[in-house]
């Protein structure tokens, strides 16, 4: 139940990153990094969706390959907030990664979690139900 109701919060948290992109725009600096990384996002919602639902979404290969691409996505948005923090505070790189990471890893690295679960470790979703 706590999966589908955080599959929930993250489709919403997803979907507002979109509206956002589509009526004010990216952010500068990097603003192709904002389309790419909201883009892996929604797959990454998409995984969880399957993962909490029990549904079977495209291919068992397909997740295991893109499941390190998720890996990085996290990485990577620590990365992009740490950077526009930096620029906006004089470069104090070491405060941003300090601030970023928790509430990034805080919010995303259960999305992560459990799309590695969804990959790797739960094949009663992938096999079909015999009746």
């Known amino acids: 139940m706590i999966w589908k109701i955080y599959f929930g ?8 990153g979109w509206a956002t992109l589509l009526i004010m725009g990216a952010d500068t600096p990097y ?18 969706f399957g993962f909490a639902f029990k549904r079977p979404i495209l291919s068992l290969q397909f997740w295991r390959v893109v499941f390190p691409v998720l890996l990085l996505n996290l990485a990577a948005t620590v ?16 405060a941003a990664v300090a ?33």
């Open 79 to 94: 990365v992009m907030i740490a950077v526009r923090f930096s620029l906006a505070r004089n470069g104090q790189i070491a």
């Open 31 to 48: 603003s192709w990094a904002d389309y790419i990384l909201t883009g892996v996002n929604s797959l990454q919602v998409v995984g969880l």
């Open 9 to 16: 919060f993250l489709a919403l948290l997803n979907l507002g």
């Open 99 to 131: 601030l970023a990471s928790p509430i990034v890893l805080l919010l995303y690295l259960p999305a992560v979690i459990a799309n590695y679960r969804y990959a790797f470790q739960r094949p009663d979703i992938w096999t079909p139900a015999t009746t």
